[in-house]
Antibody
């Protein structure tokens, strides 16, 4: 079955960077867009961007240009999102999700807490 | 494209027919999905392309609508349906509604 396994919770300092991973299994990794979504406590869902692992093409929500960088490693079927210049506004749970018809498989979420 | 969900909070009883609304700021050509998110979990896809039921989702869930106005219906509310429900358009980029929190009365 399709599974997306994300890396664990991160506690990071303001101004630093963090890289979250999302390991895919149960399907052909290079054939589906991988999306990333942000959710702050008590808030809704905010789309960050997607990467197509087949060729590395990416698209970003303009709001996250310069904040998020999406990459993918075909050899390990793993997608990554790096967040840079972190502030308290970046504290959130971040999900990866496969786009088939809609976002049909989700990772369990990775919590990022930005605090000194 | 802005997505507006209503109501933001809905209280209903077990067995009730429940209707959730989602309105798009412009025509989204039925490129609309509905997700269910239970507390502490990732969202789960219920409906795609406005009215197609995702594999494994109970048939009490259904989606309808076209253009800018869409509805998620639960034909007979069950206790396990307590959750927040989000709509998402994928016609032009990707945007989510703010969600409807469904609770038991």
């Amino acid at each position: 079955q399709v599974q997306l396994q994300q890396s664990g919770a991160e506690l990071v300092k303001p101004g630093s960077s963090v890289k979250i991973s999302c390991k895919a299994s149960g399907y052909t990794f290079t054939s589906y867009d991988m999306h990333w979504i942000k959710q702050q406590p008590g808030n809704g869902l905010e789309w960050i961007g997607w990467i197509y692992p087949g060729n590395g093409n990416t698209k970003y929500n303009q709001k996250f240009n310069g904040k998020a960088t999406l990459t993918a490693d075909k050899s390990s079927s793993t997608a990554y999102m790096q967040l840079s210049s972190l502030t308290s506004e970046d504290s959130a749970v971040y999900f990866c999700a496969r786009f088939g018809y809609g976002l049909d498989a989700w990772g369990q979420g990775a919590s990022v807490t930005v605090s000194s | 494209i802005q997505m507006t969900q209503s109501p933001s909070l809905l209280s209903a009883s077990v067995g009730d027919r429940v209707t959730l609304s989602c309105k798009a700021g412009q025509n989204i050509n039925n490129y609309l999905a509905w997700y269910q998110q239970k507390l502490g979990e990732a969202p789960k896809l219920l409906i795609y392309n406005a009215n197609s039921l995702q594999t494994g989702i109970p048939s009490r869930f259904s989606g309808s609508g076209s253009g800018t106005d869409f509805t998620l219906t639960i034909s007979s509310l069950q206790p396990e349906d307590v959750a927040t429900y989000f709509c998402q358009q994928y016609n032009s980029w990707y945007t989510f509604g703010a969600g409807t929190k469904l609770e038991l009365k």
